[in-house]
C-alpha cells in the first residue's frame, strides 16, 4: 500500500505560482513513477506530468509544458509540481498518483485525495 497526501493548493491569480507537494508513504521503495492529473469542474481528468522515481526523467503535457515543473525528494519522498504562469484554463482539482510498475501506457495504483487550485482572471 502507498498512501498519497497532496498539498499547496489554493486561490491565485492569473501569471501567479503555486507548488504543490505530494508526500508519499507506506511502500514508497516499489514505485517507479509519480504523476500528477487534474480534473476541472465537468470535464474528464487529464494527466499533467510525470517523474521516474529512480532517474528523475520528466513527461509533460503540451498544455503545461514550460510552465510546470516536476521534481521529487527522494529523502522525504515527496514529489512536487511547480506551477508558474497560471492560467483561468488552470483550475481544477489536481491529483498526485503512483505507479509501481513500468507499464506503457502508465498505470497508476494509488491516487491522492486531490488539492483545489483556483486561478482567477
Known amino acids: 500500500q502507498v498512501q498519497l497526501v497532496e498539498s499547496g493548493g489554493g486561490l491565485v491569480q492569473a501569471g501567479g505560482s503555486l507548488r504543490l507537494s505530494c508526500a508519499a508513504s507506506?511502500?514508497?521503495?516499489?514505485?517507479?513513477?509519480m504523476g500528477w492529473f487534474r480534473q476541472a469542474p465537468g470535464k474528464e481528468r487529464e494527466f499533467v506530468a510525470r517523474i521516474t522515481w529512480s532517474d528523475g526523467g520528466t513527461y509533460y503535457a503540451n498544455s503545461v509544458k514550460g510552465r510546470f515543473t516536476i521534481s521529487r525528494d527522494n529523502a522525504k519522498n515527496t514529489v512536487y509540481l511547480q506551477l508558474n504562469s497560471l492560467k483561468s484554463e488552470d483550475t481544477a482539482v489536481y491529483y498526485c498518483?503512483?505507479?509501481?510498475?513500468?507499464?506503457?501506457?502508465?498505470?497508476?495504483?494509488?491516487w491522492g485525495q486531490g488539492t483545489q487550485v483556483t486561478v482567477s482572471s
Open positions: 507506506g511502500r514508497t521503495s516499489s514505485t517507479y513513477a
Open positions: 498518483a503512483a505507479a509501481l510498475r513500468r507499464t506503457i501506457p502508465t498505470n497508476y495504483d494509488y
